[in-house]
C-alpha cells in the first residue's frame, strides 16, 4: 500500500483537515520513532455502516435563528457527502427529552385510543430539520428513534420526568403508540432505520425519564414491540440498553436470555458518560456478531465549551476504540447547540460540535466537529475493519507508559478499495511513527504535530 493523501488537524495552527502531500510530512533520519505503526489487511473486523448526530428539537430551535443560507451551511456541514462530514444516520426522540424546549408527548391527556396522537410538537422542529439534513445528505438519512419517556398518565409516578415506569397494563398501548410514531414519519417520507426501548433505562434523571430491568426491555420487544412493527410490515432492529458502556455487556446478557430475545431484538446501543469500558463492547461484538453495535450518545456535559480542543479529542479517543472493540454504527448527540449549551428544560447544558449565538444569527465549529470529520468523511459505510498495531521498542514516554495515552489509531478498507487510516496525537510534542507498508516492510517516518489529528489514506 502506498500513502497518497493526509488529511491534518492540529491544535495552534490553522489546519482543520488540511490537505497534504504524504511527502510533507515526511521525516529524514528519525533521531527518536515512538513506533512503528503497522496495518495488517489480511485481519478485518466489522463492516461499519457510518456515523451521524442527533437531531433533536433544541437543535431545530436553535438552527432556526439561523438565515436560511447559515442553515443550510450547517447541515451541510455535517450531512453532505461531498463537502461535508458526511453523516448518514441520526437519531431522535419519540416525546421530549432534556433537549426539549419543555416536557410534551404526542398524546398528553389521558387517551387509550391513542385517537388524539399528533405530530404537531414534531412538526415544528424536530421534522423540518429532520427533511433538511436529508436533503443535505443527498436524499436518503438512516434515522434511528428512542423513547425517553412515555406520557406521564401511563407512568406510576404520573411525571414524565423523575424515573418511574411503564404501567404494566400498558405495556401493549405503549408498543402501538411507537408503531403510530413509524407510521407517521413513515407519510413524511422519513423511513426508521432502527428504534431503541428506551434511552437511558437505569437513570432516573430530573428530566424526561423511565425505567426499566433489561429482562423486561427484551420481554417487550418479544411480546409488543416487535409483533406490532412486524404486523405493520416493518423490518427494524430493536435496540436495548442505550445508556453506558460499564453496564453493556450485564444488561445485554440479561435481555439475551429473555426466551424469543434472540428473534426480536436486533443489539445493543451504549453511551460513553461511565468511561473507557471498551471491552464490554468487544465482548458482545465477539460473541454476538450477527447484532447490531451502535454508539448513540455522547457529549462533554455540564455546558458548551467554546474553543476547547480536549473536546475534539476526547472524540477521537472514543471514537478509535469504539471502532476498534467492534461498534459498528456512531451516532453523536446535539449537533448543534446554543451558546449556552441547551435549550435545555432541565438545566442539564452540553456542548456540541455546532456553537449558535442565537442574537447574532451566526456559529462557531468547535474542536470536536474536525476531530469526528477524521472519520466520518473517511471510513465510509461498508468499510471493513483492518487490524493496526502502534509496536514501540520501549516503555512509551508519556506519564503512565502506555502507548495509547501518545498516539491511538483505527483503520478501515472501504467498499473502493482505499484504506483509511486515523492517528490522534494526545501530547504536547511532534509524534514521529514509522508507518510500515505491509507489503514491502518498507518504513516511512511521518510526523504528526502536538495535539494533532491525521487521516492518512492509502491506494
Not at 510533507?24 to 485481519?43: F, G, M, T, W, Y
Not at 398528553?108 to 421534522?127: C, H, N, V, W
Not at 442505550?242 to 436470555?257: G, I, P, V
Request: with cysteine; net charge negative; proline share 6%.
Amino acid at each position: 500500500m502506498k500513502a497518497t493523501q493526509i488529511y491534518e488537524t492540529a491544535k495552534d495552527t490553522d489546519s482543520r483537515l488540511a490537505k497534504l502531500d504524504p511527502k510533507e510530512r515526511e521525516i529524514e533520519n528519525p533521531a527518536l520513532p515512538s513506533c512503528i505503526v503497522k496495518i495488517d489487511p489480511d485481519k478485518s473486523g466489522q463492516t461499519f455502516q457510518g456515523f451521524g448526530g442527533a437531531l433533536t428539537e433544541s437543535s431545530g430551535f436553535v438552527l432556526g435563528f439561523l438565515d436560511p443560507d447559515g442553515r443550510r451551511d450547517v447541515l451541510r456541514a455535517f450531512f453532505d457527502p461531498e463537502s461535508g462530514n458526511g453523516y448518514v444516520l441520526a437519531r431522535t426522540h419519540v416525546n421530549s427529552c432534556d433537549f426539549s424546549l419543555e416536557n410534551w408527548a404526542c398524546v398528553s391527556g389521558k387517551d387509550e385510543t391513542l385517537e388524539s396522537f399528533s405530530m404537531e410538537r414534531p412538526l415544528a422542529y424536530q421534522i423540518p430539520l429532520i427533511k433538511d439534513a436529508m436533503q443535505a445528505a443527498g436524499g436518503s438519512l438512516r434515522l434511528m428513534v428512542s423513547p425517553w419517556s412515555p406520557p406521564a398518565w401511563m407512568k406510576d409516578n404520573g411525571d414524565m420526568n423523575h424515573g418511574g415506569r411503564l404501567l404494566p397494563g400498558y405495556l401493549g398501548l405503549w408498543a402501538r403508540y411507537l408503531r403510530r410514531f413509524v407510521d407517521e414519519l413513515a407519510k413524511l417520507g422519513i423511513p426508521v432505520w432502527s428504534m431503541s426501548v428506551q434511552n437511558e433505562p437505569e437513570a432516573t434523571q430530573t428530566w424526561d425519564s423511565c425505567r426499566w430491568t433489561g429482562a423486561e426491555e427484551a420481554e417487550f420487544a418479544v411480546s409488543h414491540l416487535g409483533p406490532e412493527l412486524e404486523k405493520a410490515g416493518y423490518d427494524i432492529p430493536i435496540l436495548v440498553w442505550d445508556h453506558n458502556r460499564d453496564r453493556l455487556k450485564d444488561r445485554f446478557e440479561e435481555s439475551m436470555a429473555v426466551p424469543g430475545a434472540d428473534s426480536y431484538v436486533g443489539g445493543a446501543a451504549f453511551h460513553w458518560y461511565s468511561g473507557d469500558q471498551y471491552d464490554n463492547v468487544a465482548w458482545i461484538a465477539e460473541r454476538y456478531p450477527e447484532k447490531l453495535l451502535v454508539f448513540t450518545e455522547g457529549c462533554v456535559e455540564g455546558g458548551p465549551r467554546p474553543g476547547a480542543w480536549f473536546t475534539g479529542e476526547r472524540y477521537a479517543h472514543n471514537i478509535i476504540n469504539d471502532l476498534n472493540s467492534g461498534c459498528a454504527a456512531w451516532i453523536d448527540w446535539n449537533v448543534a447547540l446554543d451558546t449556552q449549551g441547551g435549550p435545555n428544560h432541565a438545566n442539564n447544558f452540553c456542548d456540541a460540535p455546532v456553537l449558535v449565538d442565537t442574537v447574532a444569527g451566526t456559529f462557531e465549529f468547535q474542536s470536536s466537529y474536525w476531530y469526528i470529520g477524521h472519520f466520518s468523511r473517511f471510513i465510509r459505510p461498508g468499510a471493513v475493519r483492518l487490524a493496526v498495531s502502534l509496536d514501540s521498542w520501549m516503555v512509551p514516554a508519556c506519564v503512565d507508559g502506555r502507548m495509547g495515552n501518545m498516539m491511538e489509531a483505527t483503520a478501515f478498507r472501504n467498499p473502493d478499495g482505499t484504506v483509511a487510516l486515523v492517528l490522534c496525537n494526545r501530547t504536547e510534542a511532534d509524534m514521529i511513527y514509522l508507518l510500515e507498508d505491509p507489503e514491502s516492510g518498507i518504513k516511512t517516518p511521518y510526523r504528526c504535530p502536538p495535539r494533532g489529528i491525521q487521516t492518512v489514506l492509502f491506494s
